[in-house]
């Protein structure tokens, strides 16, 4: 089963000297096929949302909420099982600091005819 594993943490708090301990779990998530995709995202001094209410687009500078931890990255991974999911959410180096989200992947094939 596919699980995403979002990353939230304080932006302020962010260390640069951590980039390494995250090549590190990448490259071990990789060798162990756990790995499918990730990819760190940009301040979040940089998004927009954008709603849509009673047919009018409304785009504001910013995130959705104001929050101490704001989503900074993710990792989409292959798992057994939640329990697995979990351990290796567990791993990342941003879970002393922050909290990992997990999620399953809901599938939206159609099913083979």
């Given at each position: 089963m596919q699980y995403l594993l979002l990353i939230y943490s304080d932006e302020a708090k962010f260390d640069p000297s951590e980039g390494p301990k995250y090549m590190?779990?990448?490259e071990?998530?990789?060798t162990s096929g756990n790995y499918i995709g990730g990819n760190p995202l940009q301040s979040v001094k940089t998004a927009t949302s954008v709603r849509v209410r009673d047919g009018k687009t409304a785009i504001t500078d910013g995130p959705f909420a104001e929050t101490r931890e704001q989503l900074g990255g993710y990792y989409l991974i292959e798992a057994a099982h939640?329990?697995?999911a979990t351990a290796i959410a567990a791993r990342i180096p941003g879970a002393k600091i922050g909290t990992i989200e997990v999620r399953p992947i809901m599938s939206m094939h159609a099913p083979a005819k």
């Open positions: 590190a779990f990448t071990a998530i990789k939640l329990d697995e």
